[in-house]
């Protein structure tokens, strides 16, 4: 009977461990509704549809280049773009404005970054960010688990711990 309750004890437990995800301050998280739709271009035409992103979680970011703390958020996004694991996918999402924009902004400021381009803002009202920039994390079923609100440090230890354990 004892040999029982522990072996039932470390089942039980199991998933506790598995699951269990540091998630640093100031992320949200949320309810695992299916993620709206997402399929937009990026400024060479190629297309991204998040829903053949299955699989994998995708970190889907919205900004602007008129935001200000998207500007000064780009620069650790692009540095955590080289050490995040590669099953996570990074997909941004530039709200409605021109190629000329775009394109302008990211090549003075980051241009090893890659957007997808939502000019009419259609997919944008689907998602209904607060803000800009806000971040979802999209879980490899399709669900969003959790939100961030504002610029982030995802350079910084804490957020790269984080990201890390979306890849195991």
Same mark, same amino acid.
């Given at each position: 009977?004892?040999?029982?309750?522990? +072996? #039932? +004890?470390?089942?039980? @437990?199991?998933?506790?461990?598995?699951?269990?995800?540091?998630?640093? /301050?100031?992320? +949200?998280?949320?309810?695992? *509704?299916? @993620?709206?739709?997402?399929?937009?271009?990026?400024?060479?035409?190629? +297309?991204?549809?998040?829903?053949?992103?299955?699989?994998?979680?995708?970190?889907?970011?919205?900004?602007?280049?008129?935001?200000?703390?998207?500007?000064?958020?780009?620069? @650790?996004?692009?540095?955590?773009?080289?050490?995040?694991?590669?099953?996570?996918?990074?997909?941004?999402?530039?709200? #409605?404005?021109?190629?000329?924009?775009?394109?302008?902004?990211?090549? #003075?400021? #980051?241009? /090893?970054?890659?957007?997808?381009?939502?000019?009419?803002?259609?997919?944008?009202?689907?998602?209904?960010?607060?803000?800009?920039?806000?971040?979802?994390?999209?879980?490899?079923?399709?669900?969003?688990?959790?939100?961030?609100?504002?610029?982030?440090?995802?350079?910084?230890?804490?957020? *790269? *711990?984080?990201?890390?354990?979306?890849?195991?």
């Amino acid at each position: 009977m004892f040999r029982f309750a522990v +072996i #039932a +004890i470390c089942f039980w @437990a199991l998933p506790l461990a598995v699951s269990a995800v540091e998630v640093p /301050e100031g992320l +949200i998280a949320l309810d695992g *509704r299916p @993620a709206p739709a997402l399929k937009l271009t990026d400024l060479d035409g190629k +297309i991204t549809d998040l829903a053949e992103l299955r699989g994998h979680w995708a970190m889907v970011h919205f900004w602007a280049s008129w935001c200000v703390p998207c500007r000064l958020e780009l620069p @650790a996004i692009a540095t955590m773009v080289k050490t995040k694991p590669e099953s996570l996918a990074l997909v941004m999402v530039n709200t #409605a404005e021109t190629d000329d924009e775009v394109f302008a902004f990211l090549s #003075a400021v #980051a241009p /090893e970054l890659t957007t997808l381009l939502d000019r009419d803002g259609q997919v944008t009202e689907r998602w209904q960010p607060r803000g800009l920039p806000s971040t979802f994390f999209v879980d490899p079923e399709g669900r969003l688990r959790y939100l961030a609100l504002g610029g982030r440090p995802w350079d910084s230890p804490a957020y *790269r *711990r984080f990201l890390a354990s979306l890849g195991r």
